[in-house]
């Protein structure tokens, strides 16, 4: 089912939360929201669930407005980053809550209660571990409970809010590729909060990029990592040299190098973000356009990070090791360096 | 599907004894021991041994004698059904006080939370005296009961009113923190879960609560079970009818009978111990998946 939101504002007394934020996800799709913290992504997750009211807009899900509706009518499907899991019952009872509070006529029978709480638990992998209490878990554990507990309601749309964050780093992976998994077999529409870019570029088919309440950019992964919209995504998704330079005619220009730009009519300040591999390096030779000089390379796995001087500004390079033996370049070397690609916004 | 094979945790709670000391950058265990037990030697042990002393002086023929006397069968049973009833009205208001002070935030929020206090520090005998003014027949209160031929005043209702005032802060002061610091998430998730409000309190919130009620339920109790200031001015003290343990030891001891003040002590000391290790064992029971994790 799809969800949709429009021009939804909310504000926390003078803080500006969310400012007319519009977004549309579609059926079956696994959308992140990603932004520092403080960027409203959260609020918005929560908007969409019905924690919060939104001071204006709508949300739609399916289509259907919700604004009006309760939360426990939603059936929107959350799980909440500390997990939340209710310490008073066992992990089946916490799965079958969802199922118990229904209103008698809705209410399965116990007998299939036991089949479908089963069955999600077999589907977390957690069917050995129905008696054990919330405590008695693993941090990874817990949460592929609070997961099949928000599934048992057979939610409309799942939200997740920071799903990984409380987590180690090798749980988190193994959780990642397992919920990506768990997504394709049961192809719910959700949408995920995350700050970890790394985690959002994985496990996203598209990323709605946040910053200050608004939403800068939603594309895919490689779409934003690629043609970023914005200054902001461009520093916030991945590394990317940032370099001042000077439009004028079309032109960026930025110390030797000239950068074709989208600009026609535009004449004034600029801003440059080059990716440390849309540099390129080679050996100087005396013909160069420009020259800088290396001031350190961590040589790490298959590429190597060089760090260059040009000029006042310091740029950081990633070339292939093999390349770089190669040219026989070494700490203090000059070298040629070429720029093969630069997304450049105006303003500084 | 070998990627996520679960990894069982250790969860045998039973099974890890905690050890006998633990390790602390605050060594001291000697010295805090040895001060825990003289302290309490001092304070408590030694009267209390006593106490069983001097009861203990007695053959069980006359220690049954003087329990066994209807007067004080109706001391005991007026003062332990009037403590429960006090401490279990409190339970229940003391968690609506100390909702309203943890969830919301009004002017003068501060001044209630203050007031809350205030039972602590009033002379019970003050209480006493303010208590059955208010509560007699002519009274602001008492008058509204008084044609419905309800007695508060001198009556045991005025002796459970009393026992309220006293025991009001206990529940709310041992709820508060808890409820504090209870995730709001919970109750989130069981909305989101589709529990209407009502499900969503009994089921979540209340849970997570009991342990703290029922501690603040079995101090409010043993603080009622030995009150005597504020209630001997409301009760009216009749024989049999409206008179409290704690009377009953005095007037014994007016009565130079030190035994038989020592018996009824010893006496309300044991039932009174009996209970709250039940209320103990019931509070472990319910905070049994609390405490873990």
């Not at chain 1, 995350?194 to 800068?216: F, K, P, S, Y």
């Not at chain 1, 001042?244 to 950068?259: K, M, P, Q």
């Not at chain 2, 000391?269 to 509070?283: G, K, P, R």
Request: aromatic share 8%.
């Amino acid at each position: 089912m799809t969800i949709e939101v429009r021009n939804v504002c909310k504000s926390f007394g003078a803080y500006q939360a969310l400012d007319n934020v519009s977004l549309t996800v579609a059926d079956g799709e696994l959308m992140a929201l990603l932004g520092p913290s403080g960027s409203g992504k959260t609020t918005l997750l929560r908007i969409i669930a019905g924690l919060d009211q939104p001071d204006s807009g709508e949300v739609l899900i399916h289509g259907q407005d919700l604004s009006k509706q309760a939360v426990r009518d939603r059936r929107v499907g959350f799980v909440f980053q500390h997990y939340s899991l209710f310490k008073n019952m066992s992990v089946f009872e916490n799965v079958a809550f969802g199922l118990r509070v229904r209103p008698r006529q809705q209410r399965p029978s116990d007998a299939e209660i036991k089949r479908r709480v089963d069955e999600l638990l077999g589907l977390v992998q957690l069917d050995p571990f129905a008696a054990r209490y919330p405590a008695q878990l693993s941090g990874g554990q817990r949460q592929r409970v609070a997961l099949a507990r928000a599934l048992a309601i057979e939610p409309k749309v799942l939200l997740l809010d920071e799903p990984f964050g409380a987590l180690d780093a090798r749980v988190r992976k193994e959780l990642r590729r397992w919920v990506r998994k768990l997504h394709k077999e049961i192809n719910v529409t959700s949408v995920f909060v995350t700050h970890d870019q790394e985690e959002a570029l994985e496990l996203a088919d598209r990323i709605a990029i946040m910053n200050l309440g608004e939403i800068e950019q939603v594309a895919t992964p490689s779409e934003a990592y690629d043609r970023p919209a914005t200054q902001f995504v461009s520093e916030f998704l991945g590394f990317a040299n940032r370099l001042t330079c000077h439009v004028e005619n079309g032109i960026a220009r930025f110390g030797d190098f000239s950068l074709p730009t989208e600009f026609d009519n535009y004449a004034g300040d600029a801003v440059a973000y080059v990716r440390p591999h849309e540099i390129g390096l080679n050996r100087a030779n005396g013909h160069d356009i420009a020259r800088a000089t290396i001031d350190s390379i961590v040589a790490l796995g298959p590429t190597a990070r060089v760090d260059l001087a040009y000029g006042e500004q310091r740029l950081e390079v990633l070339v292939d090791r093999e390349r770089l033996t190669e040219l026989g370049l070494v700490v203090g070397d000059p070298c040629a360096i070429t720029i093969t690609r630069a997304h450049v916004f105006r303003g500084t | 599907m070998t990627a996520m094979t679960a990894t069982a945790v250790k969860a045998t709670p039973d099974a890890a004894q905690p050890p006998f000391r633990r390790w602390s950058v605050l060594p001291g265990f000697g010295p805090a021991l040895g001060f825990t037990l003289a302290y309490l030697s001092l304070i408590v042990l030694i009267p209390l041994a006593a106490l069983f002393l001097k009861a203990a002086q007695m053959d069980w023929a006359s220690i049954w004698g003087v329990l066994a006397n209807p007067r004080v069968f109706a001391a005991f049973r007026l003062t332990f059904l009037a403590s429960a009833i006090a401490a279990a009205i409190n339970c229940i208001f003391g968690l609506v006080i100390a909702w309203l002070l943890v969830r919301y935030r009004f002017w003068g929020r501060r001044i209630v939370d203050a007031l809350v206090d205030l039972p602590f520090a009033l002379p019970t005998a003050v209480a006493g005296v303010s208590l059955s003014a208010l509560m007699a027949k002519n009274g602001w209160v008492g008058s509204f009961f008084a044609p419905l031929g309800i007695d508060i005043a001198y009556a045991p209702p005025g002796i459970v009113v009393a026992l309220i005032f006293v025991g009001l802060p206990f529940v709310v002061r041992t709820v508060q923190p808890v409820l504090q610091d209870f995730e709001p998430e919970l109750e989130e998730a069981a909305a989101t879960l589709g529990a209407d409000r009502w499900v969503t309190f009994i089921r979540i919130t209340l849970p997570a609560l009991a342990p703290a009620m029922l501690t603040g339920f079995a101090l409010a109790f043993a603080r009622a079970i030995g009150e005597y200031g504020s209630v001997i001015f409301i009760a009216g003290n009749r024989p049999g009818l409206t008179e409290i343990v704690p009377l009953l030891i005095v007037i014994k001891l007016e009565e130079f009978d030190y035994r038989g003040a020592a018996v009824i002590a010893v006496a309300s000391l044991l039932i009174s111990f009996a209970l709250l290790i039940m209320i103990n064992i019931l509070q472990r029971r319910l905070g049994r998946h609390h405490d873990r994790g």
